[in-house]
């Protein structure tokens, strides 16, 4: 990345040009679209103070996991509590407030301290609020109405308002069927149906491990490990700097749980490589943008979301592990076929090979990093527990960063992956208590039967309706919701329509709320990931934006063949009918994009476009009629392609 480039305000230039932001630029762009990036500002011993504490609640939570033995309620009001002062200590009013040092204003004391003193509360007075029920008294209905509205307000600083606007029709719903405020609040606030039920459970337990987890994974150099693996694949081949973004950032996202910060991390280093070699600015940036939203999809962790599907779904988390890795595979092999078209398109080239590292002298030299990964998936998957299996591996984690010098930790160090694990934290607790809400009112109301009704009406029983419904759903209401948050509401409010309304496997359908809430992050109008990858490519965000909704479109059709063809998850099947639906897969991918891009070996004439993309999506659907006709379009497509190309070389050779 180039610092010297002068800092600019204007994210969207006009004129191309081969510099990039720099990490000033990004910062500036997040704060206009991404609640998470508006921080205040601490120096000094406050900021001493501030981190140690997070630090110490990093290792208390480690503590809490594997050896209390505390209620439920107990452990997840904590939990949400401590976050709430968090949450204000670090998140001010507006988005303007920052700029003030080691400043919070009285009202934001107060507000803390009343919200996180509603939660502390209810673990004080425990027995006595369980032993009440809804018969619960004046002080507890005030106190309940005051942590969720406090909740709320911390929800709209840390992650922002559509996902509140959906809590809030929710909540207006269950007033709407006569629910007396008593019952609400009892329902919402005092039991583990609402605020403080299964996705605060999950977020207190697996996922605040996992974030620790990641952090101190961050901390081994990893990432640098990963791009010049993915280098040393891809770099020297056709667009390889474009290609080594996407290799990248599939790695990279198998550990990260934001598709922003993998976006942030792997993209300093790849778009600079992209505009070096030619790519435009929007398509650099989108490039990077699409292949780090599809590491929430990645495995083992998949944004932590995994940890959640499995308990919504009940089957093992390694089941969810690897029933997620072909659709996965097909996503980023969406994105590399796009990304080598567009190089076949533009004559660009790859970098010089002698520059490249070794794969093998590579592996041999860092391979040690992947050791806390493999020993985190082996103890999974041989029945350890999640939060014993979390911790061991961060403490691999610890021990392999002291192999090198440079990312050995000292002490400082150490309480400063602390801080950060704690950081990370914040958000998606705050949106899992907002998603809890939401599960509230769906289990106390019926709300869910309701939906299910009305999708199901629409769609007039046919599936391919109901999933298109479904699909936009999850991309309005996944719009700025962090991924395992989104899943939730996903989860909560989708999943069940296909479930129970056109009876789709329940793995299947989760799966496929998850994919197109993932994918909102890069779909405008709250595209964050294409953001980010804009401020550093110094390109126009929305133009950044819907370039890396093209180049993902196969995050919008593998989700409909892993519905339809349910064996692409390893779903009552057997080896020879995935083999067939792998590579219908394929084909069907790289004629939708072969379409989309108009060139395969020359450019397509507008009819072949059409053609491409309609074979392509023929070949998703299942059946012999339409593979067939699928294949024999793309075919056709593919055949005059060649047959053009070679007349062309023959011209210009002549």
């Given at each position: 990345m180039t610092d010297e480039i002068k800092k600019t305000s204007?994210?969207?230039?006009?004129?191309e040009d081969?510099?990039?932001?720099?990490?000033?630029?990004?910062?500036e762009i997040m704060k206009k679209y991404d609640r998470e990036s508006n921080t205040r500002i601490w120096t000094g011993t406050p900021a001493m103070i501030i981190k140690f504490t997070m630090a110490a609640f990093a290792l208390f939570m480690?503590?809490?996991?594997?050896?209390?033995?505390?209620d439920e309620r107990i452990r997840r009001c904590m939990f949400l509590g401590t976050i709430i002062v968090f949450a204000f200590v670090m998140y001010p009013l507006r988005k303007g407030d920052t700029s003030r040092v080691n400043h919070m204003p009285f009202y934001d004391i107060i507000l803390m301290l009343l919200g996180a003193g509603s939660f502390f509360y209810f673990i004080v007075n425990f027995k006595g609020i369980i032993d009440q029920a809804t018969r619960i008294h004046q002080t507890e209905i005030i106190l309940g109405i005051i942590g969720i509205i406090i909740l709320a307000e911390a929800c709209r600083r840390v992650v922002g308002l559509p996902i509140l606007f959906v809590a809030g029709f929710f909540v207006i719903y269950s007033f709407a069927q006569g629910k007396a405020l008593r019952v609400i609040i009892y329902n919402l606030f005092y039991t583990t149906t609402g605020v403080i039920g299964t996705p605060i459970g999950v977020c207190s337990t697996y996922i605040v491990l996992f974030i620790i987890f990641g952090a101190f994974l961050e901390g081994t150099g990893i990432s640098d490990f990963f791009i010049q693996v993915a280098n040393s694949v891809a770099g020297a081949s056709k667009g390889g700097p474009?290609?080594?973004?996407?290799?990248?950032?599939a790695l990279c996202g198998m550990v990260s749980g934001s598709s922003v910060a993998?976006?942030?991390?792997?993209g300093s280093v790849t778009i600079p490589l992209m505009k070096k070699t030619g790519y435009r600015s929007e398509f650099a940036g989108a490039v990077e943008a699409s292949a780090s939203t599809g590491g929430q999809i990645m495995p083992p962790i998949m944004g932590a979301a995994a940890f959640l599907m499995s308990e919504m779904v009940g089957v093992p988390y390694a089941e969810i592990a690897v029933k997620a890795i072909l659709p996965a595979l097909l996503y980023f092999l969406g994105i590399f076929i796009a990304v080598h078209l567009e190089a076949l398109r533009t004559g660009l080239m790859g970098l010089k090979k002698e520059d490249l590292p070794h794969f093998g002298k590579l592996v041999l030299k860092q391979g040690y990093l992947l050791l806390p990964l493999i020993i985190l998936v082996w103890m999974v998957m041989n029945g350890f527990t999640m939060a014993r299996s979390a911790v061991i591996?961060?403490?691999?984690?610890?021990?392999?960063?002291?192999?090198?010098?440079?990312?050995?930790?000292?002490?400082?160090?150490?309480?400063?992956?602390?801080?950060?694990g704690t950081k990370n934290t914040i958000s998606v607790a705050i949106a899992c208590g907002v998603a809890g809400i939401i599960a509230g009112v769906v289990t106390m109301t019926g709300l869910g039967q309701v939906l299910i009704s009305a999708i199901v009406g629409l769609a007039n029983g046919k599936l391919i309706i109901a999933l298109m419904l479904t699909m936009v759903t999850c991309i309005v209401l996944g719009m700025g919701v962090p991924t395992t948050a989104n899943y939730i509401i996903m989860a909560t409010t989708c999943a069940p329509i296909?479930?129970?309304?056109?009876g789709v496997n329940a793995i299947a359908a989760n799966m496929f709320v998850f994919y197109f809430g993932i994918i909102a992050d890069i779909t405008p109008p709250v595209a964050l990931a294409a953001y980010a990858g804009s401020a550093i490519a110094r390109s126009n965000p929305m133009k950044t934006a819907l370039t890396a909704t093209r180049l993902a479109i196969a995050a919008f059709i593998v989700p409909y063949i892993f519905v339809m063809s349910p064996a692409l998850l390893f779903i009552d099947t057997q080896l020879v009918d995935i083999i067939l639906i792998v590579i219908t897969s394929i084909i069907g991918l790289f004629g939708v994009s072969a379409g989309l891009a108009g060139f395969v070996y020359t450019k397509m004439p507008i009819w072949q476009r059409v053609l491409s993309v309609i074979g392509g999506l023929l070949l998703i659907y299942?059946?012999?009629?339409?593979?067939i006709a699928g294949v024999a379009l793309v075919g056709t497509v593919l055949a005059l392609q060649y047959l053009n190309g070679k007349k062309q070389k023959e011209q210009a050779t002549a």
């Open positions: 204007d994210p969207a230039p006009e004129v081969t510099g990039t932001g720099t990490m000033a630029d990004v910062e480690i503590w809490l996991n594997l050896f209390a033995n505390w474009a290609k080594v973004a996407v290799i990248s950032s993998n976006t942030v991390t792997t591996a961060t403490l691999v984690a610890i021990v392999v960063s002291m192999f090198r010098k440079e990312t050995r930790m000292t002490p400082m160090g150490f309480v400063n992956v602390l801080e950060n296909l479930v129970s309304g056109m299942p059946g012999i009629v339409t593979d």
